[in-house]
């Protein structure tokens, strides 16, 4: 779900972050409080990555050749 929603932003991590709810405006969502741990997340909000490690996680998962196969 969070490659989709990637792709439909253009592969936009800016346009991504407040879509998913893992940012509002300047300020990023805290974990573990302000995360929400239940079916009112809205889509692509879990699972949850190391934010500390900016996208190259992120961008290595979803950029991988699996999902070409």
Do not use: C
């Amino acid at each position: 779900m969070q490659r989709q929603l990637w792709l439909s932003v253009g592969k936009d991590w800016d346009a991504l972050w407040p879509k998913i709810k893992w940012k509002a405006g300047k300020a990023w969502t805290r974990y573990p409080g302000e995360f929400i741990w239940d079916l009112s997340a809205p889509r692509g909000h879990l699972p949850l990555s190391n934010q500390l490690r900016g996208v190259q996680t992120m961008n290595v998962l979803l950029s991988h050749p699996a999902w070409t196969l």
